[in-house]
């Protein structure tokens, strides 16, 4: 517990290891490729050394003495017998050896150049850029050199063969000099002048001794590099091929060994924490047997470790290889053995490379070694460390329930007596407390655990729950069972905007699914065919309180998305406030003070009139009780009337989606931004309520005649299309004489295309007026379509006229046969039919060679979707990881971690989309704030001094203990 | 050549000459010269200017949200 002393993190320094410091830290050398002795007793000095830490419970660590789950584990070494190159920097090592001299490791700059690319270097740190692009331009402009400018070596190219290869390219005298020499020598049959040239001659001009020029030309003598010089020069000609040297992994330790500290600075290297040649490994880390633990499996056998595995091969190798050296084995020998342990160490540290077959398990399945634990979406970053499984969280199937607030959520009883909250036993409390651990864990508002002052945690069982709440004092904490009134957070995946993840107040319900008032599943993207969601119990007061001011449904009415409220009545509510007030139906008071039993009204206003000495009341007189008594709003409805609402009251027009729908619907967006968010949300519950009771007087239902047309208006439907057939007919002859005029940018047959879609089209669109003539304004489909709960003109065409051309990829079906959609189709057929026009409606049925094209029309749908949500994903992964760190800073600026302006004002405006009132045309309506402003400010003095106050209405105020008739500002009345 | 400059998607660029500007801009926002948005030397908008690196260049642009917003860049290479 000592070690645990907190501690403040400075800094974090990526660098290479120093063999030393490996062997330094190493606990033990590892030199037996066993793990385990005949008795099961881990070898010394082997893979599974006890010095290496414990994973048996019970063992004691031989390095730190702790027990397995407090020792950490600690590394040991191999010495290996030969360097072998790391494989994480190959491309690193390549840069430095093209870029520095092969004799005295200097880089190839000049020291102004390099001064020049250290001050290039400190600008590209001030800037934030990546300083490898500087190392990158510095390596491109030191391999152009041909000869070190310190000590003038000549410099040869660097082939790197991947993954772990490098070769020297260099020019050396070729094998048939002598035979080239002789025939440069003879003199041109074409030129008569050329006499050719002769031994003596050539003496003579290069300066060789006469008899060493015959040796040469006899090929007993290989001329040295001054003489081959001089002879290619002497005879215009090369006598050299190109010759591939091979770079062992020591030759390159040993040469970039003389890089100077200086130079490496110059390439944006630390030389004190990374000398280059640390990437040619001498000695190889053992990491701990806490990192690579054996499994025993059921029949006694132990079961060891990719890494285990992989490091049993690196030792054997080691020790051959150091066997064969010392027994004087051949060079190339050797050679392969040193090979082989490459591949071993660059496998244990990669196993993914190219051009490197992977090293595989008995079974033939590849090994994870070391980059494989760390890489990808189940590695260690994105799986272990990003993304954890967590406590007190649970899921289940969410189903509706419209008597719940929309702040609240059903949670089945079982699922709150498993998920507790901490209680902190105090004096007032105590008794609270004492009575959860006296229910014990089994009934509900129970306990599950108790907590010592002194730490220690006791569970609360059947059989001592009544002893142990005699025991609870204060300073004691109880882990009681969830209880109406807790706020936990809800997420439905997946978790694509912020109101994927809001905060609920517990409601504790029987059987066994999550409830949901249905105004929230828009935010979730919800429905109830069988949708899970997750559900997490917060554990501390601070988390509590964030999630109850910042993530409640009711903060997050308005959408950042698109300034409007995303919360609102769908589907059924809008059917209903649709019923309600578009015909202004009249309610007796019966009636009336049933549509209003789930709202806080229990009042009815004056009566609208009367009828037979009866008073009645109208809905939107009704629908007008739900407003604020100020509100005055005038917007036009989605149904095509105005709406007015005036002081509160509905004057005119009819409430559809476009006024109480989720997303936009103006009255909820209105009362969300000049009220609050509470009241929002105490309009949204009590019309959602209201629509309900209303849908449910009238009744809503739709059968398949509601779909159906008189039969005169199935004829004409008929003749519209037969006429389309005509006009069809006419445009294939006029094509097929050759009179069609193309249009412009388009080809005769691509007009004669789109002519018969729009010729199709319309004839669709027609038969979907004739059938829209035919049905009454009552009809539930076009209910729906018109208040915008569901459907649209367009689906009640295609069930009632007639469903219309079928496409893919936007053109009329085109595949299938040779020349043809379908074999019962002449070749070259341009007909409608023949190209999947589908002239029966849903309800009249469709033939099967319509049905046909349908599924090909309805495939590519299916399709898209499939494509688009993937694609759409890896998007939006990628934007997130771009956008995950700027942050809007105090002073208006977004600027990301490193300080970097990105925008010098949020959105250029500064403001919050969802605080910023837009009207129609998305201009801000500054004329109703500053009449707002102008009146609050003129209001009587008492009210003006109020509104200087910045009074706030406070948001965190539980929903539970509140009664929901609060809002109206109405005392309670009893009924007696 | 295209001068962009005199296309109508183009913003206004102008060099801060005076430093005392500069100074002003930087203190406004409380930051480094280098933790402005960065502008290419090369930049076609900033062809027609004597545009240096470590010159700051003012990009006054029609915003949709604002009307007019102002931005600030370093020039670099």
């Not at chain 1, 191999?78 to 004799?103: N, Q, S, Y």
């Not at chain 1, 059947?462 to 009134?485: I, P, T």
């Not at chain 1, 085109?814 to 029966?840: I, M, P």
Request: with cysteine; aromatic share 6%.
């Amino acid at each position: 517990m000592s070690m645990q002393t907190p501690k403040e993190l400075g800094g974090l320094q990526f660098g290479l290891m120093d063999p030393e410091t490996y062997r330094d830290m190493s606990a033990t050398k590892v030199i037996t490729a066993d793990t385990y002795d005949d008795d099961g007793y881990p070898i010394d000095m082997g893979l599974m050394d006890p010095r290496l830490g414990v994973i048996d419970p019970g063992l004691e660590c031989r390095t730190c003495g702790q027990h397995s789950g407090s020792c950490n584990g600690h590394f040991g070494h191999i010495e290996l017998a030969a360097p072998v190159i790391h494989v994480g920097f190959t491309k690193l090592i390549r840069r430095l050896l093209r870029a520095t001299c092969r004799e005295c490791g200097r880089l190839a700059l000049t020291e102004e150049e390099q001064a020049e690319f250290r001050d290039r270097l400190v600008r590209t740190r001030e800037l934030g850029e990546d300083p490898n692009d500087v190392l990158k331009a510095a390596v491109r402009q030191a391999r152009k050199a041909s000869r070190c400018p310190y000590c003038g070596a000549p410099q040869h190219d660097i082939k790197h063969e991947k993954p772990t290869t490098y070769y020297e390219v260099q020019d050396v005298l070729s094998g048939d000099y002598s035979e080239r020499i002789a025939s440069a020598m003879q003199p041109d049959p074409d030129d008569e002048d050329d006499q050719g040239t002769s031994p003596q001659e050539l003496a003579e001009e290069t300066g060789i001794d006469l008899a060493r020029v015959n040796e040469i030309l006899a090929g007993e003598f290989r001329p040295r590099k001054d003489d081959r010089r001089a002879i290619e020069k002497a005879l215009g000609i090369d006598l050299t091929e190109e010759d591939m040297n091979k770079l062992m992994p020591s030759d390159i330790r040993d040469w970039f060994e003389d890089i100077p500290d200086s130079d490496i600075e110059t390439l944006g290297i630390d030389p004190e924490r990374s000398r280059p040649e640390w990437m040619i490994l001498t000695v190889l880390p053992v990491p701990p047997v806490t990192a690579r633990p054996s499994i025993t499996l059921d029949n006694g056998q132990r079961s060891e470790d990719d890494l285990t595995h992989k490091l049993v091969d690196i030792i054997r190798i080691n020790q051959r290889f150091m066997e064969n050296r010392e027994a004087g084995a051949p060079q190339l020998i050797i050679e392969d053995l040193w090979e082989l342990l490459q591949y071993h160490v660059t496998t244990f540290i990669d196993n993914e490379i190219s051009g490197t077959p992977p090293a595989r398990h008995r079974s033939g399945r590849p090994l994870k070694t070391l980059s494989q634990r760390l890489k990808g979406k189940e590695g260690r970053f994105r799986g272990s460390l990003s993304g954890k499984r967590v406590n007190f969280s649970a899921r289940t199937v969410i189903s509706p329930d419209p008597t719940l607030s929309l702040n609240e959520v059903g949670v089945p009883d079982r699922v709150a007596k498993e998920m507790t909250q901490t209680m902190n036993v105090t004096e007032r409390n105590i008794e609270e407390a004492r009575q959860y651990v006296r229910n014990g864990p089994e009934s509900h508002p129970g306990a599950n655990y108790v907590k010592r002052p002194d730490g220690r945690r006791l569970k609360v069982t059947e059989k001592n729950c009544e002893e142990l709440a005699e025991k609870v004092e204060v300073g004691w904490e109880v882990n009681r069972h969830l209880v109406d009134g807790d706020i936990v957070i809800f997420n439905r995946q997946p978790s694509l905007h912020r109101m994927s993840i809001m905060a609920h107040e517990v409601v504790v319900m029987p059987y066994k699914t999550f409830r949901l008032n249905t105004t929230v599943c828009p935010p979730y993207n919800a429905d109830f065919d069988g949708d899970e969601m997750n559900m997490h119990a917060l554990q501390n007061e601070e988390a509590r309180a964030e999630a109850r001011v910042l993530m409640r449904v009711q903060e997050q009415i308005l959408s950042p998305r698109f300034g409007e409220n995303i919360i609102g009545a769908i589907q059924d509510h809008i059917s209903g406030t649709y019923l309600l007030t578009h015909e202004n139906p009249r309610f007796s008071e019966t009636q009336a003070l049933d549509l209003l039993r789930a709202t806080s009204v229990d009042e009815l206003p004056e009566p609208d009139g009367r009828d037979d000495g009866e008073p009645y009341w109208t809905g939107r007189t009704i629908f007008s009780l739900l407003l604020p008594d100020d509100l005055s709003l005038e917007f036009p409805s989605s149904t095509g009337d105005t709406v007015v609402i005036e002081d509160g009251q509905l004057i005119e027009g009819t409430i559809d989606e476009d006024a109480v729908g989720a997303f936009g619907g103006e009255i909820v967006d209105t009362i969300t931004k000049v009220y609050s968010e509470t009241r929002a949300r105490i309009f949204i519950n009590e019309i959602a309520s209201l629509a309900m009771r209303a849908i449910m007087h009238f009744g809503f239902s739709l059968g398949i005649d509601d779909e159906s047309i008189p039969d005169e208006a199935g004829e004409m439907v008929d003749e519209a299309i037969e006429n389309a057939y005509e006009r069809i007919e006419e445009l294939i002859e006029t094509y097929e004489a050759g009179e069609l005029e193309s249009l412009p940018g388009r080809t005769v047959d691509e007009t004669l295309e789109m002519k018969i879609m729009q010729t199709l089209g319309k004839a669709r669109d027609s038969a979907g007026e004739i059938a829209e003539d035919h049905f009454g304004d009552d009809n539930p489909a076009v209910i729906m379509a018109r208040s915008g709960a569901r459907g649209s003109m367009l689906n009640l065409t295609q069930m009632a006229g007639c469903v219309g051309q079928q496409a893919v990829r936007g053109e009329r079906i085109n595949r299938g046969y040779e020349d043809r959609t379908l074999s019962h189709y002449r070749k070259n057929d341009l007909s409608a039919e023949a190209h999947g026009f589908v002239e029966n409606s849903y309800r009249g049925g469709l033939t099967p060679r319509e049905f046909f094209f349908h599924a090909m029309g309805g495939r590519e749908g299916l399709v898209d979707t499939a494509v688009r949500t993937s694609k759409s994903g890896y998007l939006q992964r990628r934007l997130i990881n771009a956008l995950s760190e700027l942050e809007t800073q105090y002073d208006g600026t977004v600027r990301d971690t490193s300080g970097t302006i990105v925008q010098f004002e949020f959105g250029e405006d500064g403001t919050s989309p969802v605080r910023v009132s837009s009207g129609d045309a998305n201009d801000i309506d500054v004329d109703s704030i500053a009449d707002r402003i102008l009146e609050a400010e003129f209001g009587d003095e008492a009210e003006k001094q109020r509104f200087l106050g910045e009074r706030e209405e406070p948001t965190n105020l539980s929903e539970h203990a509140e009664p929901r008739r609060v809002a109206r500002g109405q005392g309670v009345q009893s009924d007696d | 050549m295209v001068d962009v400059n005199q296309h109508n998607l183009v913003p206004e660029h102008t060099v801060l000459d005076d430093p005392e500007r500069v100074e002003e801009v930087l203190e406004e926002y409380n930051v480094n010269k280098t933790n402005l948005p960065k502008i290419k030397k090369n930049d076609p908008a900033l062809r027609e200017t004597d545009a240096e690196p470590g010159d700051v260049v003012e990009i006054v642009r029609n915003s949709r949200t604002a009307e007019r917003a102002v931005v600030y860049r370093l020039v670099v290479e």
